[in-house]
């Protein structure tokens, strides 16, 4: 089995590792030529959370038509570059089915409008830091969820191979419904963290912090109640209890001067709640915030 990786970044890399181990064949298409001669010389490797390292032999190119024609591929980029990685895909007539990872709702419909034949979307819950452009640290074990929403749903059923106890892989029929159900834990996690300046756990260990993160829950909750038979208090706090010691990638953007992704996330989700005749206040200030400081490098 082949798999394309696009993107090696924290979520990227942590797959690409566990599918290694799992004996796929795996190659990263990344922009920077410095970044795939590295990978190729040096394989990738992953900070184990007990403190061990492992390595993998892995692929890695920039030039979008040498890679395998018949892998799956697996696009693992932020919203603000797969538009582009999308353009790139159609230019290469890529029709291999295609499993997108993203943070949040707003890719959807960048998606269902190109041609690709086969489509699958999934969620990772995860703890993954990237600590450079070929090593990641695994911070909290948590789930891939995949679901497939078009095409031959069972092309993708072969990264269920990847599935262990550190890495656990299931497939869900609703991928608007998985989705939907990340991008509220990540309203949760990320604008928070990355305003207050903590990490994971402490949103929990913190008083202050955890009035804030149990009031933002019942908002949302409020607005989405379909939601929370699956997304119940408990899941949330389960999250932050297993990526404790891990920085959100909203707060690392954030720390890094780097733009955060809040309209995919926050944006999205607060209109998604309008277009209910729902409000969010909460979130509504905590998007203004996170706006008032995006590119700045985290000065509050």
Known sequence: ?????????????LLGSFL?????????????????QLIREKGIQRINQDGTTSMYDVGAMTDIRALAPTALWIVAVKYAG???????????????????????????ELVNNTAMPHVAFATVEHGARRVDDRTVSHNGVGMLTIAPTRGDKRLFDKLGRAHSALFPVSFHVDAEQILMRKVLINCMINP?????????????????????????????????????????????VGVCEKTASNQSSMLADCLAGRPMEIETIVTAVIRKANERQRTLPLLAMLETMLYAVNRTGGEV
């Open 1 to 13: 089995m082949n798999v394309v990786i696009a993107g090696a970044g924290s979520i990227g890399l």
């Open 20 to 36: 290694a181990e799992a004996g796929v064949a795996v190659t990263f298409y990344v922009r920077r030529e410095e970044q795939a």
């Open 82 to 108: 797969l538009g582009d990685l999308l353009s790139d895909m159609e230019q290469a007539t890529i029709e291999n089915p295609v499993l997108f990872i993203q943070n949040g709702i707003g890719h959807i």
């Open 192 to 236: 928070l963290t990355a305003i207050l300046k903590v990490k994971n756990g402490e949103l929990l260990t913190n008083t202050h912090c955890r009035t804030l993160f149990d009031t933002l829950y019942a908002e949302l909750m409020a607005a989405f109640p379909e939601i929370q038979s699956i997304l119940p208090n408990e899941a949330v």
